[in-house]
Structure formats: C-alpha cells, structure tokens
C-alpha cells in the first residue's frame, strides 16, 4: 500500500511567521541534546517551530527526515515502513517514494528503527502530531530508539499531550530538551512585530498590549485576530470576562467572516470540512451536485487567497487542509446546517479515496459514512495486503469498528481479525476465530489461497500455545503433500517450525536437515522478496541452526550461523520479515556464553520489545534469562528480578505456564545467587505445589537447559546435600543424548563445584583440567563463571600449575578469571576468531576488499560510482566495527577474522 509523499513533506510556512530565533537557538544548543520533545495545546505552533528548526537545519546541510505522524502508524512495522522511506526520499534529494519500481536500499540507507542507534551518519529526525501514537508496544520500541541515539543523531517530536515515553534515563543524562506551551507564547515583543505586518490594522501599541493580554500569548488566537480585527472597537466584541475563547471565535467568525460570504462560499466550506485534507479534484468530486467544476475551482482559489483559514501541507500547494480552529468551527456548522447530508458527503469522500488509491482515508470516511458494507468491502480487500504487512493495529481497529455479522461475511477480514488478535495474545478470540473459521472450511467456503493462510494461522497458534508435538504431526503431514498448491515460502515455515520442534526433541541432525531445506528453497526462489514472508522468515532457519550447534557445544560455529542470520535480518527489508527477530535471542544467547555483556544487554534492551511480540515461546524466554543474567553479573539484582517477573507474568497472561515454570525456577536461581538459600527453597516448594513443570520431553534452551533439572542440582549444593546432588548430576548427565555437549558441560562443572564441596579437591582440580582443555577450543566463559567462587578459586590454582603463561591453555584460563574481575600474570586471552557484534554489510565488505587491493578513495569512487564523501562515511563505518582507525589495521584486523 503506496504512502503519499505528502507524509513526508512539512507544511508550508505562511506569510507574516515570526521567528521563534531563542527557541531555535535552544534546539540547536551544544552538547546537541538527542531528543527534542516540543508539547503544546492546538494552536500553539508546535508545528511552525520545527518548521523553523528544519529550515535552520537546512541551510547547515544537515540531512533531515520529516514525518507527518497518523494514528496508522501505531502499527510498529509501518511506521518502520515510514521511516525508512521518509529516509530514502530525503537522501535523494526528492519527495518521491520508495516503491516497487523504486525500492529503498536499506543496506546503504541503514535507518530502519530497529537499528536507528547504529546509523553512523547524522540525521535529525522530526515527528510531527506525535500525540496519536497510542499503542504501548510501538511506544516501548521507541522509548528504546531514544536511549540508543548517537551523540551526531537528534529525533525532534511534536505533541499535543506529554507522549507516553520511557524518558528518565535521558532526564537524567541532561539529554533531553523539553519546549512547553508556555515557552511557545508569543512575548509582547513578538506580538507587536507580527502586528506591525500588517498594514490594514489600526491598533496601538496600547491595544496590542490589551489584545496580547486577553489571549495570553496564544498564537492561534493572535493570529485569527489579525483577520478580525480591524479597528480598536471590534476588542471588546471578542472578550468574555476579559478572557478570548474559541467559542467566542466561533460567533465572531459567524458574524466578521462567515454571514460576509456568498451562500455558494458558505456551502463549500461547510461541506469540505469533513476532509483532513483535500485538492481541486477531490473537491471537484465531492460538490459535483452543486458545483460545476469550474466553479469549484474558483472557490478554492478564492478561499487560498486568505491563506490564515486554508494551508498547505506541501511545497506544490495541490493538498490543502483548514486550520484546526476553522476547521472545528466549520465542522459544528456542517453538523447544525446540514446534518442530513453528513453521511452521504463523507460516502462520496470514500469512493473518491478509494479510487485513488488512499483505502486508509477512503475506509475511515466509509465508516464516518455510516457505509459499513462499503467500509467491511473495502477492509476485505485490503486485508491481506495489511496482513502480510504485520499492520495488526491498523486491522484490529478495522474490524472493531464493524459488527460481528458484518464481519462474519467477509473471510478475508476475518481472517486477518484472526491474525490481529493472535498477534496480541488474545487467545480464546482465537480459538473462537479458528472455531468459525474451520465451519466456514467444512462448508467449501475458503479460497485456497484462504486455506492456506488458514493452515498457516492453525500451526502458528499451535507453536505459540505451545503444543509441539499436535503441531509436528500437523507439519509433517503438510509437508508430504506435494501439490502445487502448497506454496514454497510456506514450505519454508513449515521446514522451520519443524526444525524448532526437532531442535526441542534433542533430534539435531533432523532439524539440521530441515533448516538446510528452508534454505535450499529460499535460495531456488532466488530469494524471494514476497510480502508472505511475514508468516515465516527463512532468518529462523539460522536460529534454529545456531541453537542446535550451540546445545552440541559448538560455540564458534553457531556464532557463524547467528552473524549469517543477523546480516539476513539487517538486509531484507524489515517490513517483510517481522519475524527475523527470531534470529536475535540466538545470537544474543552466544554473546552471553562469551561474556559480551555490554553488547548483548544493548540488543536485547534495544529490541524486547519487539521479540516479545514475534518470538516463539522457547526464544522468548531465552532472551528474558539473558537480560536478567547480565544484570545479576553487574550486581543489579533488583533489575534481574524485575525481568524475570515480567517473564512469569508473560507466562500466565499467554496461557503459557512452561515460561512462568522457567522464570520462577530463574527467581530460585537468583537468589541463590545471592546466598538467600530459605527464600530459594521456598521458592522451590510453591513450584512444586502449584505444579508448574518445565516439560521434561524437551530440550528446553532456555534456562540452563531444563531450568528445574540444573537448578535444583544448585538448590541442593546451597543445602549442602552434596551426595545427593552429585547423584542427580550422575543421572542427568546418563539421561542427557550424547551428541548434548553444552548441556553435559555444565553438568560436569557443577560436579566440580559439588566435589570441592564435599572435600574432594584433587578430583575437582582434574575434572577441571579436563572441562578447560574442552572449554578452549570453543571459547566458552559464562558456563564456567556463573558458578561463582568455587570455579574461581579452582581456576587460580589450576593457572599456576602451569609451565607455559604463554600458551593457548594459559591465555584460556587468565580470560576466565578476567571474566571473575581476576587479574592473571599472563597476557590477557584473545580468541583469534573474535566476533563483530555487528555483521558487516555487503557495501563494507566490498570495500574492504578493495582497500586490500590498495586501491585510493578517490579510485573507489570510480569503480563503485558513489561520491568520495559516502565512500569516506563507509569507511569509517568499516573501522568502527573493526575496532581499528587505519587501513592497514583493518586489513591485518580483517585477516585475523577470516573476513580475507
């Protein structure tokens, strides 16, 4: 669905603008603050304050991004859609928009909001009306955007109310800059100034000082009354109880403005009012009863000539929108005057938008219209298209809007109504949707199109209930089917959702295979960039790849296959692969184990939000434990609890008791941890007598692999039963499929801690020796450390034993102990095969060859046809993710990585 290129246009300036220069110098003050937020009531020209910013912006050459923010946007993978579009019309130059025939280039422009922090360039991003983004989860995501700016990087909002954003920490950092209502006032010295410009009022300085009192230095209402006031006796005419009121404004433009009109005037006014936004044409349309066309036209461009009651929203001046207060004016005179005509204007506004290409507006007037069959009929047929868009807010607001027989007449829309509420976890409208909508099966009525989005939104609620093993069999018998009409890119969820299930069931080589067929196909498709990627993103192939290696301890090459998946999710355009946020618990997983802490609380903070929407139940938890972990490594219990709450909370609210088993078995974790042993093993009771179970028939990923298993190993080390635990260690490890590495070592480093412990120092030292030597050669840290001071202390002792402090095994263990915060005597632990936390792109890693090849800048420029600036800017971005300043660092940095 094309968005107007109006959206990223700002309004025109009009004549007679007074400079808001203090405030603009406030904005523009340095240090540059990153968020800028202007609030202010109707009328108080929020607007024309960033107008004056921007320009001021402009003439410095910085680039600038300009968004005119609608309720449509509260859906996250549109406004994502928005930005990035927005920021590919101002890096052309153009206001023409990225489509089809068009595509922005994500790979050079970088800006999705998912990844806002990580654009090197600098921007200043402005939101206009920001005050209709309601939704909680797009205001999280957004709250996570402004606290991981760069300190080149600046967004600017406008607000009619205080926007419900998460802004303490930039309070705090004196990164904020607030503009009120009552900074936006005109002084008396401006009000004066924007008087003196007009030639035709008779007013004093004395009555301008009366005038400015009355209303209190309200911009809307100065400047309304420069077209009402014309002589000194009129002041009195627009006073009650010496305060100026729209209301007031209301009778005085009847009386000054309005009755001074031809009826024709009157009429078209009055009718167009129902438009946010209009032009000649749809004008044209809408009056064709009464008006020529011709004499539309003249009206309009009569009406423009007074330029304080019509503006314009773009440069060419062919949208066209009257000023919040006429507009509200006109609006109860339409109501008043011709109230039976209402219904039928805002129907004729529908078709017309319709026509046009605009459904949003072209829906909203149908509904206006009280056109529900024409608004559910229009919602039908854009349904699929929003759908496989993710836009579920926008659906959800569709459909509530019609009745549920309207609803039940149109598949698609119900379809999509099913889709929407799965996405928002409203479970048992869910299992009524499916209900409804397998009658509608049994009786022929779906398309098959329809039935194959219907067996997509079955298994998708099946894998989010957690109901593996129902939607295995489902999957499988889909997957035998060969028929042309089981559509590839859905093959290619089915192949990944059975890798996931196989990956739970410890069956790695088959999920091994499984994900390698999602591949194979994705690529026979040439990579497909359909908009049906949304159900199932080939990116999950990779995460279940990575996890499989990972559980078979095979640290560095799930690194490989998480990085391979991160470079898919940053390339594909975000819009069509929602899902690609499956790939992020994986790799943030294997950044714990490695002890990157620093950067995968970044990416986990700066993306929950959005994994809590789009993550499977198992990668969801996965990402909840390692946040929490990371705060309980940094000493900030409160905060470790907090997450895990949140978490068990999830549990109960999704129907998904497996994550609240998960989090109250972390909550046990913790706060052994924290050698609060009673409130552990009460803890423990109140699972076991609520009986909330971690399904033992699973490999669970998350927690620690089968949270209560290795858990209540450490419950029992904290109650010093060390028999005991050291034969549960036994059994577990028995139980435990041979090829579960990951799993078998932390069992044999509790063992460890569980020898130490019952006073067997020498088999603890040797098993440690053992689990080290294993430990190297992937590079594992977290697994060894989380267990605390035994590990430590065991490792202090193994490192001096040692001939060699230069040796591989040596520079292991001295990283180990730098992770306990323990200074070794040898060189600090490297592993050759370091990770970028960022995959490089496919324009860096183009570069970065041809620096190889010692080619200049200015050579570069030639052979890749980009300005020797963008190559500059690539090349600094190259660097930094390199971790080097110099070419010849990163080519040398580059050969270490395997990257030449």
Known sequence: MQISAAKFTPKVITKHLIEQTELVQHLTAKPLRNVAIVQGLAGYGKTTLLLQYLAW???????????????????????????????????????????????????????????????????????????????????????????????????????????????????????????????????FEQTKVYFSRFGDIQLNEEQICKLYELTDGWPAALKLSTFLIKQPEQLSQLTVDGKVTSELFDDYLIENIFNHKSAEQQEFLVKTSILSEFNLPLCQHLLADTFSA?????????????????????????WLSYHQLFASFLIKLLKRDYAEQVEPLHVKAAKWFKENNRPRLAIEHAIAGNANELAAQMMDDFALPMLRKAQFNTLA?????????????????????????????????????????????????????????????????????????????????????NQPSNHSLVRIGFYNIQAYIHLSQAKFEDARIDGMNALALTQFMGKNKSSDNVFFTVTYAH???????????????????????????????????????????????????????????????????????????????????CLARIHLAKNN???????????????????????????????????????????????????????????????????????????????????????????????????????????????????????????????????????????????????????????????????????????????????????????????????VNNRLIEPLTKREEELLHLINKGHTNSKISALLSLSESTVKWHLSNLFSKLGVKRRNQATSKARELGLL
């Open 294 to 318: 011709g004499r539309a036209a003249t009206m309009l461009n009569e009406h423009l000539e007074e330029s304080i009651l019509i503006e314009s929203t773009n440069q060419q001046q062919s």
């Open 543 to 625: 995460a279940v790849q990575a996890f499989a290696l990972l559980l078979q301890g095979k640290l560095k090459r799930a690194l490989a296959v998480a990085e391979q998946g991160l470079r898919d999710f940053y390339q594909q355009d975000f819009i069509e692969s929602a899902n690609a946020y499956g790939v992020l618990p994986a790799y943030t997983s294997l950044l714990y184990e490695t002890n990157k802490l620093d950067d995968c609380e970044t990416i986990l903070t700066r993306n929950l939000s959005l994994i809590r929407q789009f993550a499977l139940p198992e990668w969801l938890a996965v990402s909840y434990l």
């Open 637 to 831: 219990t409160n905060d470790a609890i907090k997450v895990i709450e949140t978490l068990e909370q999830i549990g109960y609210s999704d129907h998904l008791p497996r994550l609240s088993a998960i989090a109250r078995w972390e909550l046990v974790r913790i706060h052994l941890n924290n050698g609060e042993v009673i409130l552990a093993n009460d803890i423990a009771e109140r699972i076991s007598s609520e009986n909330l179970v971690v399904k033992k028939a699973q490999c669970s990923i998350a927690a620690d692999n089968e949270a209560d298993t290795i858990t209540s190993i450490r419950l029992l080390l904290a109650n010093q039963q060390y028999k005991k635990a050291l034969k549960q260690i036994a059994d577990a490890i028995e139980q435990s499929q041979p090829n579960r590495h990951y799993r078998i070592l932390k069992l044999e480093v509790l063992k460890v801690v569980a020898l130490k412990q019952s006073n067997e120092h020498r088999q603890a030292l040797r098993l440690l020796t053992k689990l080290v030597a294993q430990g190297q050669n992937e590079g594992f840290v977290r697994t060894f450390v989380d267990e605390g001071e035994v590990i430590s202390e065991l490792l202090k002792e193994l490192y001096q034993t040692l001939d060699d402090y230069n040796s591989k095994l040596a520079l292991y263990i001295a990283s180990l102990l730098a992770a306990f915060g323990i200074e070794a005597n040898a060189a600090q632990y490297e592993e």
């Open 57 to 187: 912006l402009q003439a410095k050459k910085a680039r600038t991004i300009w968004i005119n923010l609608e309720k449509a946007d509260n859906d996250i993978s549109r406004l994502l859609q928005v930005v990035s579009e927005a920021s590919n019309a101002s890096v052309s130059g153009s206001s023409k928009v990225a489509t089809k025939e068009n595509p922005h280039n994500t790979d050079d422009l970088n800006v999705l909001l998912s990844a806002i922090a990580d654009n090197e360039q600098p921007f200043y991003l402005f939101l206009d009306n920001f005050d209709v983004i309601t939704e909680p989860s797009t205001l999280s995501i957004l709250s996570d955007a402004l606290n991981h700016l760069k300190s080149h990087q600046q967004i600017i909002i406008a607000s009619r109310t205080a926007p419900k954003l998460a802004l303490s920490k930039l309070k705090i950092a004196d990164n904020l800059i607030e503009v009120s209502t009552s900074e936006l006032k005109f002084s």
């Open 397 to 481: 607001d569709w459909t509530n809007s019609i009745s549920s027989e309207l609803l039940n007449q149109h598949i698609n829309l119900y379809l999509a109504k099913t889709w929407a509420d799965l996405f928002y976890k409203r479970t048992l409208l869910v299992e009524k949707d499916i209900s409804q909508i397998s009658e509608w099966q049994k009786a022929n009525k779906l398309t098959k199109e329809q039935q194959r989005i219907f067996t997509s939104l079955k298994i998708s609620f099946s894998i989010m209930s957690d109901n593996n093993d129902e939607t295995l069999n489902v999957v499988q018998a889909l997957l035998a089917d």
